[in-house]
Protein backbone atom coordinates (compact mmCIF):
# COMPACT_ATOMS: atom_id res chain seq x y z
CA UNK A 1 0.00 0.00 0.00
CA UNK A 2 0.91 3.34 -0.33
CA UNK A 3 1.56 5.43 2.70
CA UNK A 4 0.53 9.29 2.90
CA UNK A 5 2.69 10.64 5.24
CA UNK A 6 1.09 14.57 5.65
CA UNK A 7 2.42 17.34 7.90
CA UNK A 8 1.89 18.83 10.13
CA UNK A 9 -0.61 17.68 11.74
CA UNK A 10 -2.32 20.40 13.24
CA UNK A 11 -1.45 24.19 12.63
CA UNK A 12 -2.59 27.26 14.94
CA UNK A 13 -2.22 30.55 12.28
CA UNK A 14 -3.95 33.93 12.15
CA UNK A 15 -6.55 35.17 9.72
CA UNK A 16 -4.81 36.55 6.74
CA UNK A 17 -1.76 34.29 7.29
CA UNK A 18 0.17 32.11 4.70
CA UNK A 19 -0.93 28.06 5.25
CA UNK A 20 1.22 25.38 3.62
CA UNK A 21 0.52 21.62 4.47
CA UNK A 22 2.42 18.67 2.58
CA UNK A 23 1.63 15.25 1.47
CA UNK A 24 4.50 13.00 1.11
CA UNK A 25 3.78 9.56 -0.50
CA UNK A 26 5.61 6.67 0.01
CA UNK A 27 6.66 5.82 -3.76
CA UNK A 28 5.95 8.24 -6.36
CA UNK A 29 2.19 8.25 -7.68
CA UNK A 30 2.37 11.11 -10.64
CA UNK A 31 0.06 13.54 -9.95
CA UNK A 32 -2.96 11.72 -8.89
CA UNK A 33 -3.96 13.24 -5.56
CA UNK A 34 -6.49 15.50 -4.45
CA UNK A 35 -6.99 17.65 -1.35
CA UNK A 36 -9.98 17.66 0.63
CA UNK A 37 -11.28 20.06 3.85
CA UNK A 38 -13.87 18.74 6.35
CA UNK A 39 -15.52 20.74 8.69
CA UNK A 40 -17.04 18.87 12.39
CA UNK A 41 -19.73 16.51 11.49
CA UNK A 42 -19.38 17.53 7.59
CA UNK A 43 -18.69 15.52 4.82
CA UNK A 44 -15.27 16.47 2.79
CA UNK A 45 -14.99 18.71 -0.10
CA UNK A 46 -12.86 18.13 -2.61
CA UNK A 47 -10.02 21.59 -2.97
CA UNK A 48 -7.79 20.36 -5.24
CA UNK A 49 -7.55 17.61 -7.88
CA UNK A 50 -4.49 15.59 -10.00
CA UNK A 51 -2.25 17.61 -7.31
CA UNK A 52 -2.80 21.21 -8.73
CA UNK A 53 -6.56 21.93 -10.55
CA UNK A 54 -8.65 24.11 -8.52
CA UNK A 55 -11.92 22.51 -8.09
CA UNK A 56 -14.87 24.77 -9.82
CA UNK A 57 -16.14 27.12 -7.09
CA UNK A 58 -13.53 26.89 -4.86
CA UNK A 59 -11.92 29.94 -3.78
CA UNK A 60 -8.67 30.89 -5.47
CA UNK A 61 -6.39 31.41 -2.67
CA UNK A 62 -6.18 27.90 -2.03
CA UNK A 63 -3.77 25.57 -4.66
CA UNK A 64 -1.98 22.34 -4.75
CA UNK A 65 1.29 21.74 -6.50
CA UNK A 66 4.03 18.77 -6.66
CA UNK A 67 4.33 15.76 -8.49
CA UNK A 68 5.63 12.65 -7.69
CA UNK A 69 6.16 11.65 -4.21
CA UNK A 70 6.14 15.25 -2.42
CA UNK A 71 3.10 17.55 -2.57
CA UNK A 72 1.80 21.16 -1.33
CA UNK A 73 -1.57 22.58 -0.47
CA UNK A 74 -1.25 26.56 0.22
CA UNK A 75 -4.04 28.56 1.30
CA UNK A 76 -2.54 32.06 0.69
CA UNK A 77 -4.36 34.36 3.31
CA UNK A 78 -5.95 32.21 5.73
CA UNK A 79 -10.06 33.02 5.96
CA UNK A 80 -12.37 32.16 8.90
CA UNK A 81 -14.47 30.06 7.05
CA UNK A 82 -10.62 28.30 6.44
CA UNK A 83 -10.31 26.67 10.10
CA UNK A 84 -11.18 22.95 9.71
CA UNK A 85 -9.18 19.87 8.99
CA UNK A 86 -7.34 19.12 5.91
CA UNK A 87 -6.94 15.85 3.93
CA UNK A 88 -4.72 14.51 0.82
CA UNK A 89 -5.96 11.23 -1.21
CA UNK A 90 -3.48 9.36 -3.28
CA UNK A 91 -5.61 7.03 -6.16
CA UNK A 92 -2.64 6.56 -7.82
CA UNK A 93 -3.24 2.54 -6.77
CA UNK A 94 -5.15 0.41 -4.98
CA UNK A 95 -6.15 0.75 -2.26
CA UNK A 96 -6.74 4.55 -1.93
CA UNK A 97 -5.09 6.08 0.87
CA UNK A 98 -5.54 9.50 2.74
CA UNK A 99 -2.95 11.39 4.82
CA UNK A 100 -3.17 11.39 8.25
CA UNK A 101 -5.08 14.65 8.08
CA UNK A 102 -4.06 18.48 9.30
CA UNK A 103 -6.47 20.62 11.22
CA UNK A 104 -6.23 24.08 11.02
CA UNK A 105 -6.66 26.23 14.16
CA UNK A 106 -7.34 29.82 14.89
CA UNK A 107 -4.55 31.43 16.86
CA UNK B 1 -27.34 19.85 -8.64
CA UNK B 2 -25.21 16.57 -7.64
CA UNK B 3 -26.43 14.49 -4.92
CA UNK B 4 -25.88 11.45 -3.16
CA UNK B 5 -27.63 10.43 -0.43
CA UNK B 6 -26.82 7.45 1.81
CA UNK B 7 -28.97 5.57 4.37
CA UNK B 8 -29.32 2.09 6.17
CA UNK B 9 -27.07 2.76 8.71
CA UNK B 10 -27.84 2.20 12.52
CA UNK B 11 -26.69 -0.40 15.05
CA UNK B 12 -25.87 -3.82 14.58
CA UNK B 13 -24.01 -6.39 17.11
CA UNK B 14 -20.96 -7.56 16.64
CA UNK B 15 -21.31 -10.77 13.64
CA UNK B 16 -24.01 -8.78 12.37
CA UNK B 17 -25.16 -7.74 8.51
CA UNK B 18 -26.06 -4.55 6.95
CA UNK B 19 -26.60 -2.97 3.92
CA UNK B 20 -25.96 0.58 2.88
CA UNK B 21 -27.74 2.40 0.35
CA UNK B 22 -26.42 5.24 -1.94
CA UNK B 23 -28.68 7.01 -4.18
CA UNK B 24 -27.11 9.73 -7.11
CA UNK B 25 -28.99 12.78 -8.27
CA UNK B 26 -28.52 15.43 -10.44
CA UNK B 27 -25.68 13.36 -12.93
CA UNK B 28 -25.61 10.05 -15.15
CA UNK B 29 -25.28 7.97 -12.18
CA UNK B 30 -24.22 4.80 -14.71
CA UNK B 31 -20.78 7.24 -15.33
CA UNK B 32 -19.37 7.22 -12.70
CA UNK B 33 -17.19 5.37 -10.37
CA UNK B 34 -19.16 5.63 -6.64
CA UNK B 35 -16.54 5.34 -3.33
CA UNK B 36 -17.29 4.41 0.19
CA UNK B 37 -15.20 6.10 2.43
CA UNK B 38 -15.05 5.74 6.37
CA UNK B 39 -14.60 7.66 9.21
CA UNK B 40 -14.40 6.16 12.88
CA UNK B 41 -15.08 8.52 15.54
CA UNK B 42 -12.63 10.91 15.30
CA UNK B 43 -10.24 9.53 13.57
CA UNK B 44 -9.23 10.15 9.73
CA UNK B 45 -11.02 8.82 6.62
CA UNK B 46 -10.41 5.55 5.03
CA UNK B 47 -11.22 4.30 1.60
CA UNK B 48 -13.42 1.18 1.53
CA UNK B 49 -13.97 0.27 -1.85
CA UNK B 50 -14.94 1.46 -5.45
CA UNK B 51 -18.15 0.23 -7.83
CA UNK B 52 -16.71 1.27 -11.35
CA UNK B 53 -18.49 2.79 -14.12
CA UNK B 54 -21.02 0.96 -16.76
CA UNK B 55 -18.03 1.08 -19.01
CA UNK B 56 -15.96 -0.76 -16.80
CA UNK B 57 -18.93 -2.93 -16.15
CA UNK B 58 -19.29 -2.24 -12.72
CA UNK B 59 -16.90 -3.99 -11.39
CA UNK B 60 -15.33 -3.12 -7.82
CA UNK B 61 -12.75 -2.70 -5.51
CA UNK B 62 -12.10 -3.53 -2.02
CA UNK B 63 -9.74 -2.43 1.14
CA UNK B 64 -7.57 -5.79 2.63
CA UNK B 65 -9.78 -4.64 5.89
CA UNK B 66 -13.19 -5.28 4.27
CA UNK B 67 -11.99 -7.81 1.16
CA UNK B 68 -14.27 -10.90 1.86
CA UNK B 69 -17.21 -9.44 4.11
CA UNK B 70 -18.09 -6.70 2.69
CA UNK B 71 -19.89 -6.76 -1.08
CA UNK B 72 -20.49 -3.72 -3.57
CA UNK B 73 -23.50 -3.99 -5.75
CA UNK B 74 -25.31 -1.47 -8.42
CA UNK B 75 -29.29 -1.42 -8.98
CA UNK B 76 -28.68 0.10 -12.31
CA UNK B 77 -32.80 1.56 -12.66
CA UNK B 78 -32.71 3.17 -9.56
CA UNK B 79 -29.43 4.60 -9.61
CA UNK B 80 -27.99 3.18 -6.17
CA UNK B 81 -24.84 1.83 -4.85
CA UNK B 82 -25.20 -0.65 -2.34
CA UNK B 83 -22.50 -1.65 0.04
CA UNK B 84 -23.62 -5.21 1.88
CA UNK B 85 -21.23 -5.31 5.28
CA UNK B 86 -21.58 -9.17 6.83
CA UNK B 87 -19.60 -10.25 9.49
CA UNK B 88 -19.43 -6.93 11.51
CA UNK B 89 -16.85 -5.82 14.27
CA UNK B 90 -16.57 -3.56 16.30
CA UNK B 91 -13.59 -2.01 14.28
CA UNK B 92 -16.11 -1.22 11.42
CA UNK B 93 -17.85 1.37 13.33
CA UNK B 94 -18.20 5.07 11.79
CA UNK B 95 -19.49 7.19 9.29
CA UNK B 96 -19.67 5.92 5.85
CA UNK B 97 -19.67 8.46 3.02
CA UNK B 98 -20.21 7.30 -0.95
CA UNK B 99 -18.91 9.77 -3.16
CA UNK B 100 -18.95 10.37 -6.91
CA UNK B 101 -15.72 10.43 -8.58
CA UNK B 102 -14.60 12.89 -11.20
CA UNK B 103 -11.41 12.37 -12.52
CA UNK B 104 -11.04 9.54 -10.68
CA UNK B 105 -11.14 10.84 -7.39
CA UNK B 106 -14.48 11.63 -5.23
CA UNK B 107 -15.46 14.98 -5.89
CA UNK B 108 -19.22 15.46 -4.69
CA UNK B 109 -20.13 13.17 -1.27
CA UNK B 110 -23.20 12.00 0.55
CA UNK B 111 -23.72 13.19 4.13
CA UNK B 112 -22.92 9.95 5.68
CA UNK B 113 -24.88 7.37 7.50
CA UNK B 114 -23.54 5.93 10.72
CA UNK B 115 -22.98 2.61 11.60
CA UNK B 116 -22.31 1.20 15.05
CA UNK B 117 -21.15 -2.24 15.72
CA UNK B 118 -21.55 -2.61 19.12
CA UNK B 119 -23.18 -6.07 21.68
Known amino acids: DIQMTQSPSSLSASVGDRVTITCRAS??????LGWYQQKPGKAPKRLIY???SLQSGVPSRFSGSGSGTEFTLTISSLQPEDFATYFC?????????FGGGTKVEIK | EVQLVESGGGLVQPGGSLRLSCRGSGFTFSDHYIDWVRQAPGKGLEWVGR??????????EYAASVKGRFILSRDVSNDSVFLQMNSLKTEDTAVYFC??????????WGQGTLVAVSS
Open chain 2, 51 to 60: SRNKANRYST
Open chain 1, 50 to 52: VAS
Open chain 1, 89 to 97: LQHNNYPLT
Open chain 1, 27 to 32: QGIRND
Open chain 2, 99 to 108: ARDLQESPDH
